[in-house]
């Protein structure tokens, strides 16, 4: 079986690049701007042995990079989230239009995008996206990682392929992993004094509070900025001092799909490399495809 070669921009964490590893994809170089999840991948050698970047695709070439197969972007979506705050931040305006020159340039077989929906209001993104001379584009939106997991998420995925090829959207699963699976028992978790007063109604919005005994029980989406504010989304839990706390690291890094054999950090900031990572699942549905696409 051929393993076609995929390289990925915007890496975070490495989650879709674990997804796709998984389904046989073989990965040989990530990259990303932020140290501290290059400084993840790294420490997680035993999924990672290719290289790791930790630089600006704005100051790469292209040409400078290794050919692939594939070429996998999972750009900030910032700038195209309803509820994100833009202001004085870097909003990725101009990152896809950098994706955009690697694909233009080195005409991979393949090219993949993930992202969250509202990337399909901004016309001169889809644009660059889907007009490719050469390409036959297949595109996915919603997807929702409650297909596989106990979490929802709703992304857009975009493939992009040389010669034609029928892609379907992933089927919901008849058992899938749920809830009070991915509840530690001893859970270390923090319970700031913000997260009691917003459930006292200290605060414009109350937590969604989420109860794993539920037998459909889902999660709302994981963010990056639970690591700035717990009090957010709330977990029932009879042995927790107020009944309520917060999700643990490791229950977050479930909730996106991450065995437990992925190292995170236990600290407040590896919830936001887990909320900014591609659901590992859904990644792997994308790999399956790419497999499936390189051994027809």
Known sequence: MYRPTAKGYFSGCGGMELGMLLAGVNIVQSLDLDREATACMEK?????????????????????????????????????????????????????????????????????VENVPGMKKFAVVMEAMTKLPGYYVHLFCPVDAAIWLPQSRKRLILVGTRKPFSITHPLPLQSRTRLKDIIEKDPVVEMPDYVLRRINGKYRDLPIIVDATEPDAVAPTCVAHYAKDLSTRLLKDNNARYGLRPFSVREYARLQGFPDDFCFEDKRSAYRLIGNAVPVNMAKWVGNEAMRYFNR
Request: a negative charge.
């Open 44 to 112: 997680n050698r035993h999924y990672f042995s290719h290289t790791v970047l930790t630089a600006d695709i704005k100051d790469k070439t292209v040409l400078e990079q290794p050919e692939t197969d594939i070429i996998v972007g999972t750009y900030p979506c910032t700038k195209y989230s309803p509820v994100a705050d833009i202001h004085g931040t870097r909003t990725g305006d101009d990152l896809f239009l950098h994706f955009f020159r690697h694909i233009a340039i080195e005409r991979p077989e393949m090219y993949i």
